[in-house]
């Protein structure tokens, strides 16, 4: 063999060698990535009940926590003596703790929660634990029976995961509970008189490029046309003003590759220049002013009205909920959401966001019932929106909070759906860049049940 031969043979066995090595690094990524997932969940949970089986008296801070200027932190929503319920710092709520005043007279003592931000470790996952607890007042009690607004307390609890190669950093996740005290329970106070009402199990759900005729998540493997997600799961994939399958989300992240290239999800709505640096979903804005009325219809033929529909609205729907469970939400989650502007010009956007649960009738007819927002000024909407100016001009995570209620449950057979429209009102023709489906863009859904939810 020539010494040429032997060269070849010695790199093609260490390409082969570095194949091997990169595809153990991928599945180890991939497994850290779900292990950080049910170490938070677990942690979540343990850190609650801990404070749930306290006496109700030694529920409260032992002092005022912290400020944080990072909204990475959630002690950036601390308001002096308050603090934000809601993720997006809306909604603050005066804390519970030693030396705060009660409502009567007499000043709170004996509180046992330490606000001070706690580290932890569990196996090769870190993070730090942050407590807070809020007086609220219960609405559906009357000043009669239930006098001023110290009627329950509710108990929040959230980690931030230590940031790690592997890992990335991610946003915190949290838990609530509301807490009503035994030893006063009006008639009309719907919580339990043991105080164990947990409100905050969280749930979270992955965008895919799959179509949701597929139970589970399909490898990327192409550039593609725009999925016509206007349909129904039955029809699988379909292009052009042709309804087809909703794109599917699922419980589980992409898995980490090596090297994973980006994929254009949309070859049929390109920008005028760029066009071959144009990554993941482009969305044109809607045809209206205003989010589409239309958002929450399912097609069962082309679109005459708006044949280019499919290009301006996309819709994920979540697996069927099994035989035997029911989820109900509890108001509040949040959207984590990948984008840019188109070619990275600078200008405004505005999307509009709705949130759903697809059932089917008696008569075999598709229901979808919306979450309704409640938060001003669109309380009452059926929709959300998000606003920034100007929009990314890169790849950013957005953080769009979803304060709302819902008129029903998931129950067996059920999905829950998410679309998101890029408002004409709020935003240049050209529209916005979306990207999901890959490990380091992993836009998702992350919403709060009473309950713990099923895997799906």
């Keep these: 063999m020539s010494m040429a031969e032997v060269m070849i043979a010695m790199l093609i066995l260490a390409l082969g060698a570095l194949s091997v090595l990169n595809l153990i690094g991928a599945q180890a990524h991939s497994s850290y990535r779900n292990e950080q997932s049910q170490v938070v969940s677990d942690r979540l949970q343990s850190e609650l009940e ?8 030694q529920i409260a801070l032992t002092s005022l926590p912290a400020d944080s200027t990072s909204t990475a932190d959630p002690a950036w929503r601390v308001q002096g003596s308050n603090y934000a319920v809601k993720e997006d710092g809306t909604q603050p709520e005066p804390l519970v703790y030693n030396g705060s005043a009660l409502y009567g007279g007499g000043v709170v003592s004996g509180g046992a929660v330490d606000p001070t931000p706690t580290h932890f470790t569990s196996g090769d996952v870190g993070g730090t634990i942050h407590r807070f607890v809020v007086w609220e007042n219960d609405a559906t009690c009357s000043e009669a029976n239930c ?78 046309l725009a999925h016509n997600t206007r349909g129904v799961c039955s029809t699988g994939v379909q292009n052009g003003n042709n309804p087809g399958a909703p794109d599917l989300m699922v419980n589980a992240a992409a898995p980490l590759t090596t090297e994973t290239p980006l994929y254009d999800y949309a070859t049929d709505v390109e920008p005028s220049t760029g066009a071959a640096s144009d990554k993941g979903l482009q969305l044109l804005t809607g045809s209206g002013n205003g989010c589409d009325s239309q958002a929450l219809s399912v097609a069962t033929a082309p679109e005459t009205d708006q044949p280019t529909r499919f290009q301006q609205l996309h819709e994920w729907l979540s697996p069927p909920i099994p035989s035997g469970s029911t989820v109900q939400l509890n108001g509040t989650g949040t959207l984590n959401l990948w984008s840019q502007t188109v070619g990275g010009a600078t200008y405004a956007g505005e999307i509009c966001v709705w949130l759903f649960v697809r059932s089917t009738d008696g008569n075999g007819n598709i229901v979808q019932t919306a979450a309704v927002n409640q938060t001003a000024p669109l309380n009452g909407q059926t929709y959300f929106t998000y606003t920034a100016t100007p929009w990314p001009t890169g790849w950013s995570e957005l953080h769009v909070p979803l304060n709302f209620t819902l008129g029903t449950s998931l129950t067996a057979g059920t999905r829950l759906g998410l679309a998101i429209e890029v408002d004409p009102a709020g935003t240049p023709s050209d529209g916005l860049q979306f990207l999901y489906d890959e490990p380091s863009f992993d836009s998702r859904i992350e919403l709060s049940t009473t309950s713990s939810p099923p895997s799906l």
């Design 50 to 57: 801990k404070i749930k089986q306290l006496p109700y008296s």
């Design 147 to 224: 006098p001023g607004a110290q009627d329950l307390k509710r108990v929040i609890v959230s980690i931030v995961l230590d940031g790690t190669p592997v890992g990335g950093a991610r946003h915190y996740q949290e838990v609530q509970a509301e807490l009503s005290d035994p030893a006063s329970q009006p008639a009309s106070n719907s919580n339990p008189a043991s105080g164990n009402n947990t409100s905050g199990y969280p749930w979270t759900f992955w965008f895919t490029d799959t179509s949701c005729d597929n139970s589970a998540r399909q490898p990327v493997t192409t550039d593609h």
